[in-house]
């Protein structure tokens, strides 16, 4: 050390700042870092937000209910459908909507195949920042194009939904659906398979994601994170578990947890929590068909009318575990079609305020890698 | 440590397996050696294949018509236009006579303009869900850019206006329960005339 600093103090040297964004590849989507460097290492980082900024929940406040879920689709466009659920069980708790048990099948399903959609595809794009450029991405596209298909074949958008509503859902799902969803789910374990002998025990993978970003346990729940980032440093927090909504208290599911909660840990809870998904997806379809056939419990109501629905005076707080954490809504009514105020928490946002204790003495190239495995998009970071 | 580079090599037998999949030669050898084979070809070449949709794939609305395009469904109540989340319809009419008057065809007040901004549109169907008269459905045509970005982009009346068989024939199924429940309606209300819903702006005025 002594030698060291009699070298560098003839030498000068000084910290170099660079912008890693807006415009990067890495960044998924327009996000900014300005990171200081000290050599390769970065000694501080500071994130920038708000190049996405559209207003949403502005909108939301003058516009109905039922208007806002297009909105919805666009927070996070991985996950369109349970971002839906999310507004519709806030709603529904507002309102006091009953909601109709074929109607919450159908949501389980969606729900969880947004889930395969969402780690299939993060998983695919945190190789790409690896550098494992391509191949693995365009695996997990392959497979999240077949998930997409079936969204198209119910709701007639692939990634824009737009399919739940307050109550249960627009319309039913077409004849034969329910038996293409059988098969993909069937075959999704050796999907799953092929993707670990790709990635699982590959050597490069593992020196490059393994200590790297650390998220110590206290800090993760402190900084209130969610979802597998915070299961992945062994928080046993699911909000599937810990709120029971919706009908997830029937089914056996576990909730995998991580022990040191690095790059690695992310990446391989999120293929175990797909093989959880596969499990829930299986007793779902199993059992909805026992399920009485109606869709919503009172018809189509919340879909033909909007201006009608007017909550009574006070506030409701829908949450559900999406992909990427605990996704909430905040409603506040005062009677009239719109609400008073709308809030939104994402798992995005929340989650990215522990990206610099992450990065901090970590190199530039792996602070693109934790900002992967954080897995945020930017529809919902700046809303 | 011997093994180092077995979990590299194992990824690469996959990556080379699935690229002989994506070749006729390929699966060809793949057979000859004995291995599953599935097809690995799972892209279109877009612009010469198209690929098939289903059917409920929307992506913009059209104006439906029985018959001629005089008679449209349409009546103006400017529900879809309240309701249209990004706020993409306009629309003016009812049109009306120099008394103030409304004008009807075929016992209903139309629009007399009704413009859809394709550029602001983004495909909820919410317009499709509230309208109380099946007057407007999804389109399944997503090919519609154009080369002027103000008056390419907003579709008018004329363009919008399609027949209720081209609705039948991309959607069967949707086009079919409308036109039963169109039908319906119409039972309903032919034995008494005076007796039309009441939210029907159509209904007659002695």
């Known amino acids: 050390m002594e030698a060291m600093n009699s070298t560098t103090a003839s030498a000068q040297t000084q910290l170099l700042e660079v912008s890693l964004g807006p415009q990067h590849p890495s960044t998924h989507g327009v996000f900014r870092m300005n990171a200081t460097l000290d050599g390769e290492t970065i000694v501080k980082l500071k994130p920038v937000l708000g190049y996405l900024h559209r207003n949403h929940e502005q909108i939301g406040e003058s516009i109905t209910y039922i208007a806002s879920f297009p909105f919805t689709d666009r927070l996070d466009y991985f996950c369109a459908m349970s971002n839906n659920l999310g507004l519709a069980l806030a709603i529904e708790k507002l309102g006091g909507i009953p909601v109709s048990e074929r109607g919450e099948y159908l949501r389980v399903i969606m729900a969880e195949l947004t889930r395969l959609v969402n780690h299939t595809a993060i998983t695919g794009f945190l190789l790409n920042d690896m550098g494992a450029f391509g191949t693995p991405l365009l695996y997990a596209f392959r497979e999240r194009e077949k998930i997409l298909d079936l969204f198209e074949a119910a709701s007639g958008s692939r990634m824009m939904c737009n399919y739940i509503r307050p109550g249960g859902v627009r319309q039913d799902v077409p004849p034969g659906w329910l038996e293409q969803v059988r098969q993909l789910v069937d075959g999704y374990p050796t999907f799953l398979d092929e993707f670990e002998q790709l990635l699982t025990e590959n050597e490069i993978v593992k020196q490059r994601t393994q200590h790297v970003g650390v998220l110590p346990k206290e800090l993760a729940t402190n900084a209130s994170v969610t979802g597998p980032l915070l299961r992945a440093c062994g928080v046993n927090y699911d909000v599937r578990k810990v709120d029971g909504y919706s009908i997830y208290p029937r089914f056996a599911f576990k909730v995998p947890l991580g022990t040191i909660g690095d790059v690695y840990d992310r990446y391989y809870l999120r293929i175990l929590e797909m093989r959880e998904s596969v499990k829930i997806l299986q007793q779902a379809l199993k059992e909805i068909n026992t399920a009485s056939p109606s869709i919503s419990p009172k018809g189509q109501a919340m879909v033909k009318a909007p201006r009608t629905f007017r909550p009574p005076k006070g506030e409701a707080y829908g949450r559900i575990e999406a992909p990427k954490g605990e996704l909430g809504f905040f409603l506040v009514s005062d009677g009239t079609p719109q609400p008073y105020r709308y809030h939104i928490r994402s798992p995005s946002f929340v989650n990215l305020t522990v990206l610099e204790d992450m990065c901090l003495g970590q190199k530039v190239a792996d602070a693109i890698i934790i900002l992967g495995s954080i897995d945020i998009v930017l529809g919902e970071v700046d809303r | ?206």
């Open chain 2, 1 to 206: 440590m011997a093994l180092v580079g077995k979990g590299v090599l194992q990824g690469m037998g996959l990556t080379l397996r699935t690229f002989l999949e994506t070749y006729p030669w390929g699966r060809g050898l793949l057979r000859v050696l004995g291995r599953s084979i599935k097809d690995g070809l799972v892209t279109v070449q877009y612009p010469d294949v198209k690929q098939q949709h289903h059917e409920r794939f929307r992506y913009f609305p059209f104006l439906v018509y029985d018959g001629a395009p005089e008679n449209l469904r349409c009546v103006s109540c400017k529900i879809c236009e309240q309701e249209c989340p990004p706020q993409c319809i306009h629309i003016v009419g009812p049109a009306k006579d120099e008394q103030g008057r409304p004008l009807k065809a075929n016992g209903r007040t139309y629009p007399v303009k009704f413009d859809i901004d394709v550029s602001i549109c983004m495909s909820c169907r919410i317009c499709v869900d509230v309208c109380p008269f099946d007057a407007i459905e999804m389109d399944n045509q997503y090919e519609l850019s154009g080369m002027d970005r103000f008056d390419a982009m907003n579709f008018t009346k004329e363009k919008l206006l399609k027949s209720n068989e081209y609705f039948q024939q991309i959607k069967p199924t949707e086009a079919g329960e409308v036109d039963q429940r169109l039908a319906a309606k119409a039972a309903k209300a032919s034995p008494k005339p005076a007796g039309a819903p009441p939210q029907n702006p159509a209904a007659p005025t002695p």
